[in-house]
């Protein structure tokens, strides 16, 4: 269910996989690089997940109290990896639900519990040609 890629993500071919007659929402999230960040002009980011293994175990795990805790049918979610560049698409989720409303909160608990528990580190390079790595969260 989780897709750490390299490669740019697709979105319209993660929204085919979620497909269901007895849905009747689905909640989507897509969140991009900008260009800044606590004040400091950012060129572009650096996502590393040093242990593929570790952060697909534990988004599993944020799978199965999702599945618990909301009332969903399906989940898919792309993490990208490496050198991205300002506007480009760093994270998509999407949730499946018989209603919108376990769509929607199902799609926030995913992203907040992503950004705080997965392993995954990001460089940010900022204008001034410094950089910092810092561990994504918020």
């Known amino acids: 269910m989780l897709q750490l890629t390299n490669s740019p993500i697709d979105p ?19 969140g991009t690089v900008r260009d800044i960040n606590n004040r400091r002009d950012v060129t572009s ?9 570790l952060a697909e175990n534990e988004f599993a795990a944020i799978a199965e109290e999702v599945r618990r805790r ?9 993490h990208r990896t490496g050198t991205l560049k300002v506007g480009d698409l ?15 909160d199902a799609c926030r608990y995913i992203i907040d519990e992503l950004k705080h528990r997965l392993p995954i580190w990001k460089k940010e390079h900022y204008a001034d040609g410094t950089s910092k790595w810092l561990m994504v969260d918020g």
Do not use: N
Not at 12 to 30: H, K, M, P
Not at 46 to 53: D, G, I, N, Q, R
């Open 45 to 53: 980011l650096e996502y590393e997940a040093a242990e593929p293994e």
């Open 70 to 78: 909301f009332q969903i049918i399906d989940l898919r979610c792309a």
């Open 90 to 104: 760093a994270v998509w989720i999407g949730v499946i639900a018989e209603h919108r409303a376990d769509a929607f």
């Open 12 to 30: 319209a071919a993660l929204r085919q996989q979620l497909v269901d007659t007895s849905s009747g929402a689905l909640v989507t999230f897509e």
